[in-house]
T-cell receptor
Framework: NAGVTQTPKFRVLKTGQSMTLLCAQD?????MYWYRQDPGMGLRLIHY???????AKGEVPDGYNVSRLKKQNFLLGLESAAPSQTSVYFC??????????????????FGPGTRLTVT | AQTVTQSQPEMSVQEAETVTLSCTYD???????LFWYKQPPSRQMILVIR??????QNATENRFSVNFQKAAKSFSLKISDSQLGDTAMYFC??????????????FGTGTRLKVLA
C-alpha cells in the first residue's frame, strides 16, 4: 500500500499561472481533504469530498477548485496563482472505521505534502 | 462555529522528563472527536492519540495520554519519558461526530516541542 501520495512534491509558479495538484489514495477511503499549512496558522481546510463525484468548500476555498471524478483521486486546481497561495499543501483521506455505537475511528491519513511557491 | 486553541507556540523538555501540551476548544456539539497529531521535521502528519467525547475515560497510547475535561472543553496531551524522537510540531484537532458531522477536522495552530538531550 502506498497510502496517500501527492504529485508534485515541489513547484514554483509565476503569478497568474495555473496548475493542478494530484492526490491519490489506494485505501478505498470515502473522504478526502485538501489543507494548506502556513506558519503560525496550523492546517486550514480548503475543500473536501465525502464521496466520488461530491465536493464541498472548507474554511479557505477562494482561488481553488477541486474535482473527484474517481474515488481514489482528489485534484486541487489553482486557476490563476497568487503569491498569497504560497504554502505547503496536504492531502488527506479518511473513512469511518468500526461501529459508531462502540466508537468509530475517523483518523485522517496524510500525504507527504507539496511545497508551492508563487513568485 | 467550532474553534481550537493551542496557547503554547513553543515548548521544550529535557529527555526522559514529562511535558504537557494544552488544547482548548469551543463547541456546542455533544458528539465529537478530538485528536492529537504529530508533525516531525519530515513533515509527515502522524496520529498520536484520539478521544471520543462520549467516553469519560482518558485515552492512552504507550507514553502518550490525554486529560480530557469535557465541561471545561480542555484536551491536553501528556508525554511521559520524553525522547529525542518526540521533537515535532503537535496539532490538536476537533471533528464533529455523526450523524450531523461532515468528517472534517478543525486544527489548532500547533505547539512546537523540542526535546533536549
Amino acid at each position: 500500500n502506498a497510502g496517500v501520495t501527492q504529485t508534485p512534491k515541489f513547484r514554483v509558479l509565476k503569478t497568474g499561472q495555473s496548475m493542478t495538484l494530484l492526490c491519490a489514495q489506494d485505501m478505498n477511503h470515502e473522504y478526502m481533504y485538501w489543507y494548506r499549512q502556513d506558519p503560525g496558522m496550523g492546517l486550514r481546510l480548503i475543500h473536501y469530498s465525502v464521496g466520488e463525484g461530491t465536493t464541498a468548500k472548507g474554511e479557505v476555498p477562494d482561488g481553488y477548485n477541486v474535482s473527484r471524478l474517481k474515488k481514489q483521486n482528489f485534484l486541487l486546481g489553482l486557476e490563476s496563482a497568487a503569491p498569497s497561495q504560497t504554502s505547503v499543501y496536504f492531502c488527506a483521506s479518511s473513512y469511518e472505521k468500526g461501529d459508531r455505537r462502540y466508537g468509530a475511528s475517523y483518523e485522517q491519513y496524510f500525504g507527504p505534502g507539496t511545497r508551492l511557491t508563487v513568485t | 462555529a467550532q474553534t481550537v486553541t493551542q496557547s503554547q507556540p513553543e515548548m521544550s523538555v529535557q529527555e526522559a522528563e514529562t511535558v504537557t501540551l494544552s488544547c482548548t476548544y469551543d463547541t456546542s456539539e455533544n458528539n465529537y472527536y478530538l485528536f492529537w497529531y504529530k508533525q516531525p521535521p519530515s513533515r509527515q502528519m502522524i496520529l498520536v492519540i484520539r478521544q471520543e467525547a462520549y467516553k469519560q475515560q482518558n485515552a492512552t497510547e504507550n507514553r502518550f495520554s490525554v486529560n480530557f475535561q469535557k465541561a471545561a472543553k480542555s484536551f491536553s496531551l501528556k508525554i511521559s519519558d520524553s525522547q529525542l524522537g518526540d521533537t515535532a510540531m503537535y496539532f490538536c484537532a476537533f471533528m464533529k461526530g455523526p450523524p450531523s458531522g461532515t468528517y472534517k477536522y478543525i486544527f489548532g495552530t500547533g505547539t512546537r516541542l523540542k526535546v533536549l538531550a
